[in-house]
C-alpha cells in the first residue's frame, strides 16, 4: 500500500535560520508531488508541485524553494525564514485519475 | 475561474443527528471531488472521491453526491457521533488544461458533535 511520511511534525526556527522539510512517498511510482501551506483561519494554498525528478514548479513568489532529487522525495527549502513563513505545511501526492493524498504536515513557528 | 464554497462554515449538532455539509463549485468543468477531514493540527484524511462521471460514493456513514450541473456536492453523516468532529474540506480538481493539476479549495465547515 501507498504510505507518506512528513518530517519533523513540529518545528520552531528562529527568523533567518535555513529551513528543510523532507517528505517521501513509498508503494508508487512517478507520482506527482505537491507542497502545501495552511494558514490559520484561511485555506490551504498550492506552493509547489512536481510532475518528475527535477522538474518543479512554484505557484507562488516567496522565500521558499522546493527540490525532488529522487522520484518518491520531496524536500521544501529555505535560505533564510521569515516571520510569514510560519504555518502549517503539507506534503500529498497523487498519480492520474486517483484522488490526493496527504502527509501528517509540520507546524513550523518562525520565532 | 474556479471557486469553491462550502456552506456552512460551522455546525454544532447533537450526538445521533444525520447532517448534511454542503459544497460549492462555480465551472462544471471538473475532473473530480474529494471530500477530506481534517482533525485538529493533523493532516488530511481523504473521506471519498468521486470523479466527475460519478454520481455518488459511499463509504460507512458517509454518503458524498455529485452535481456537476449544478455545481454541488453534499457529503451526507448518518449518526453523527463525537468522533465526527473536525473540519470537514471539500476540495475540487480542474479539469487539466497542461500540466497544471492544481485543486481548488474550500474554506471547510468546522462540525462540533455533542454528546
Known amino acids: 500500500s501507498q504510505t507518506i511520511h512528513q518530517w519533523p511534525a513540529t518545528l520552531v526556527q528562529p527568523v533567518g535560520s535555513p529551513l528543510s522539510l523532507e517528505c517521501t512517498v513509498e508503494g508508487t511510482s512517478n507520482p506527482n508531488l505537491y507542497w502545501y501551506r495552511q494558514a490559520a483561519g484561511r485555506g490551504l494554498q498550492l506552493l509547489f508541485y512536481?510532475?518528475?525528478?527535477?522538474?518543479i514548479s512554484s505557484e507562488v513568489p516567496q522565500n521558499l524553494s522546493a527540490s525532488r532529487p529522487q522520484d518518491r522525495q520531496f524536500i521544501l527549502s529555505s535560505k533564510k525564514l521569515l516571520l510569514s513563513d510560519s504555518g502549517f505545511y503539507l506534503c500529498?501526492?497523487?498519480?492520474?485519475?486517483?484522488?490526493?493524498?496527504f502527509g501528517s504536515g509540520t507546524r513550523l513557528t518562525v520565532v | 475561474k474556479q471557486e469553491v464554497t462550502q456552506i456552512p462554515a460551522a455546525l454544532s449538532v447533537p450526538e445521533g443527528e444525520n447532517l448534511v455539509l454542503n459544497c460549492s463549485f462555480t465551472?462544471?468543468?471538473?475532473?473530480?471531488l474529494q471530500w477530506f477531514r481534517q482533525d485538529p493540527g493533523k493532516g488530511l484524511t481523504s473521506l471519498l472521491l468521486i470523479q466527475s462521471s460519478q454520481r455518488e460514493q459511499t463509504s460507512g456513514r458517509l454518503n458524498a453526491s455529485l452535481d456537476k450541473s449544478s455545481g454541488r456536492s453534499t457529503l451526507y453523516i448518518a449518526a453523527s457521533q463525537p468522533g465526527d468532529s473536525a473540519t470537514y474540506l471539500c476540495a475540487v480538481r480542474r479539469v487539466n488544461a497542461g500540466n497544471n493539476r492544481k485543486l481548488i479549495w474550500g474554506l471547510g465547515t468546522s462540525l462540533a458533535v455533542n454528546p
Open positions: 500529498a501526492w497523487s498519480i492520474s485519475h486517483y484522488g490526493y493524498t
Open positions: 465551472d462544471s468543468a471538473i475532473y473530480n
Open positions: 512536481s510532475v518528475g525528478i527535477g522538474q
